[in-house]
């Protein structure tokens, strides 16, 4: 159990100095959202009227609404990015060296997953940061409340990050991944829009929203945000990491042999 | 046997890698996998480092079967990739210390062990250099350290001469030949470079996902220069 343990905060850790080496990436996942929270919102707003729903309590502004939303992409990104950067070869190496240690390969993605977790929260916080120096302002305690609906939120998509990276030979499909997986993911989701909104033009689109895991991980943190539960967005999310993370550890399960395509 | 490789067959698809190969290498041995682009050398190092599982045959690594006692097989097995598997923003230290933590070892044991295998690669005042600034032969000796700190009785080696000059590949192999004495540490070197293997070495000659020949190099080529013996054998160049 030691070792295993040795073994995670050096996962971790490394991920953490990865990450200090990669200030351009941090920037980068940091500026994405700001975009959107700066510029698009501003434009939105005038276009949007939005009525008071749970967990608000009062009218809201279109820039408050789309901050959990913008939370979540930074997730959601962050996520995809760190796994995909296993397809790129150097880093498949580097994969293969991890999986030589003698731990259990579910305990190794696993560690993995929580250390590029970790730092995608950080830029989380950072984005809150700058949000809140904007005056865009959340409760305090909801700050710290958030803290788990981040980390279950950010596991779920790396796992299905890395789930993906399992399967994908190439790294040109990133652009593949990118259309079909991230956009449709972060567009037909509550991130930019409540879901009755949806459903005022489309019924169908309504239901697509609904049932895409990426919607709950933003409710789930849009109520931690005010210090609420939102028991079906925790129940949706827990479930789409338990199925990500298992088809993960069965992609990189060498008896399956998905990774013999890659040869 | 350090390392025991029974009736290994592999295949992608329809297309068959490896067909029946088995072989053994003893304890302090250094045994070169020698074969044209192509024979299987990969497949064979993938099954090896559990990448993939084996399809038919066996695999046993210091008495430890790979397919029953996996962990424990993996304890024993140091390895170095052909392509570099350092992280190039990471000091030459904290390369290793990552690995060592991946095998359980951390604190002053780790730092000790560390210093304990650059210095016997002459790599000991690079300790503190990001990987990025290393040269090309720095790099590998960086990565044969770390495949050595946890004292493995097995040590893996895919082409690790690969893009390297004449001097720094001719170094290397002496500094493996001289592990093996000293240590006695098994290893497989995979190579298709005939210069690297000396008389007393142990050959592996794999072409076309079969062992052609296995035995020690100055019996095979039989006076002969290797390269011919090799060109003679796959039909290949050396």
Known sequence: ?263 | MSLLVSDLSFSYGSKTALDGVSFSVGRGQFAALLGPNGAGKSTLFSLLTRLFVTQGGAISIAGHDLKAAPLAAMADLGVVFQQTTLDLDLTVRQNLRYFAALHGISGRDADNRIDTALDRLGMAERAGEKARGLNGGHRRRTEIARALLHDPKVLLLDEPTVGLDAPTRAGLTRHIHDLCTETGVTVLWATHLTDEVLDTDQVILLHRGKVLADGQCGNLRNKRPLPDYFAQMTGAPA
Request: hydrophobic content about 55%; proline content about 4%.
């Open chain 1, 1 to 263: 159990m030691k070792h295993a343990l040795i073994a995670m905060r050096a996962i971790v850790l490394r991920e953490a100095l990865r990450f200090v080496h990669q200030r351009e990436r941090f920037v980068a996942a940091l500026v994405r959202p700001l975009v959107w929270l700066l510029v698009f919102a501003a434009g939105f707003r005038a276009a949007l009227g939005l009525s008071i729903t749970p967990p608000y309590q009062t009218y809201i502004t279109y820039e408050t609404y789309i901050v959990p939303g913008l939370c979540g992409m930074i997730l959601l990104f962050n996520g995809m990015q760190s796994s995909l950067s296993l397809v790129y070869d150097r880093e498949m190496g580097s994969m293969r060296l991890l999986l030589t240690a003698p731990l259990s390969r579910a305990w190794l993605l696993f560690s993995k997953l929580l250390g590029s977790t970790i730092i995608s929260i950080l830029q989380v916080y950072a984005f809150l940061l700058v949000a809140w120096l904007f005056d865009i302002t959340l409760p305090g305690w909801g700050y710290l409340a958030a803290l788990p609906a981040l980390l279950l939120a950010g596991l779920m998509l790396g796992a299905l990050g890395l789930a993906l990276s399992s399967f994908i030979k190439q790294l040109e499909n990133f652009a593949g991944v990118m259309n079909f997986v991230i956009f449709p993911m972060f567009f037909l989701s509550s991130a930019l829009y409540p879901l009755w909104k949806m459903a005022e033009s489309s019924e169908l689109l309504h239901d697509i929203c609904a049932a895409n895991p990426f919607t709950h991980a933003v409710e789930l943190i849009r109520f931690a945000l005010y210090v609420e539960v939102n028991g079906m967005a925790l129940v949706w999310t827990t479930l789409a990491t338990a199925v990500f993370m298992a088809l993960a550890v069965w992609g990189y399960d060498p008896a399956r042999g998905m990774m013999t395509r890659k040869g």
